[in-house]
Structure formats: C-alpha cells, structure tokens
C-alpha cells in the first residue's frame, strides 16, 4: 500500500514511448519551460489539460481548482497568473470550465458542504448577476450548463482585472485571455467567443444579464 506500484510501471512505461518516439525530448525538457499558454482549468479529474488539447509536457502552464476560479484574494491563483506573465511571458490565458461541473452544480443546489461553501460563494455570486438569463431557460440541465458557461466568462473579467495583466498591457505586451468550456460527453472544447486582448475592451461583464421577453 505504501507504494503504488502501478503508477510507477506506467510512469516507467511513458517514459520509454516518450524517449524512443524522440531521443532528446527529456534533455529538451529539461532545459528550459517555454509555454505560451497559461491554462487555468477545474480541478476535475476529467479535464486534463495536456491531455485534452494535444500538447505535451512544457507546451501549458496550468493552473487548476474548483470550477476554474479567479478569485482576486486566491494568492495561489495570482501567483501562478503573475509567474506566468512575467516571467515565462506567456501569451495567451485560458480559462476553461466544463460541462457537468460539481463544484457549478454544488454552488446551485446551495446545500451546506462544510468549508467549500467559502469557496463556492463565488459561483453563487455569478449566479445572482445573470438569474434573470437562466430563469429563462426550461430544464435545470440546460441552467447548469449555462451557468457553466456564465462561471468562466465572468473569470475571464476577473483575469482581466488583476494588477498583473492590467500591467502588462500597460507595458504593450501581446496578451490575450480566452474562454473556453469543455465537453466531457464527447471530449471536445468549444470556444465562448471570449477574447480580451487590451484594457480598453474589458466590460462589467462579458455578457448582458438578460430577462425573459
């Protein structure tokens, strides 16, 4: 039980594919980390971000948590935005949510679940700006889905708004911040029609907190 066995054979396993499909891949690796993409993801287990979108070890910073929150008190979240900034110089953030999301789910049913609420107070607070939207909308499922959809745009705000991306499109540098939302269902990503690219174009919100007509 103290080791688990299988993880290391597999390991061992992937290490092997990786050298012999390209002899200089972990001297490469190794070197340096130079990824343009910063991707701030769910935690779920289900959405890895490597995985999903084709790229290999080095190609992603990847920050990920409990339905993909940018909180401006999450210091964890904002070092990780203000290393890959400034210091990798990364070119693009993405934020991608996904379907079927627990934490999204959680945040909707409102039950007590012991210190994750402080958490999830968050998507709640999402919820309350576009109700009259989602109480348009005839199922829960298709409400859930939305509010999955609503969750990252409004991260995507957030990301804009911090001092550390506000400041780099002070200094002119090419940055761009993308939505995204993830399919478990069938595995594919669909893009949000997000993309923030200056200060001048960073909104209250992404998207106008609608009533039913």
Known sequence: ?????????????????????????FHKLSGQQNP?????GCADSRVPANQITGMLPGQVFVHRNIANIVSHTD????????????????????????????????AWEDKENGL?????????????????????LQSENEKLDRLCELNVIEQVVNVCRTTIVRGAWQLNR????????YNVKDGLLKDLDIC???????????LPRM???
């Open 75 to 106: 210091l964890n979240c904002l070092s990780v935005i203000q290393y890959g900034v400034e210091v990798l110089k990364i070119k693009h953030i993405i934020v991608c949510g996904h379907y079927g999301c627990g934490g999204i789910k959680a």
């Open 1 to 25: 039980m103290r080791i688990l066995k299988k993880i290391f054979d597999q390991n061992n396993q992937w290490a092997q594919d990786m050298t012999r499909s390209d002899p200089d891949f």
């Open 36 to 40: 343009q993409y910063l991707w701030i």
């Open 116 to 136: 994750i609420d402080n958490w999830l107070r968050n998507i709640q607070d999402v919820q309350r700006f576009h109700q009259p939207e989602l109480d348009c």
């Open 196 to 206: 923030i690219t200056n200060q001048g174009d960073i909104p209250d919100t992404l």
């Open 174 to 181: 090419e940055l761009a911040i993308h939505g995204w939302i």
């Open 211 to 213: 009533s039913c007509s």
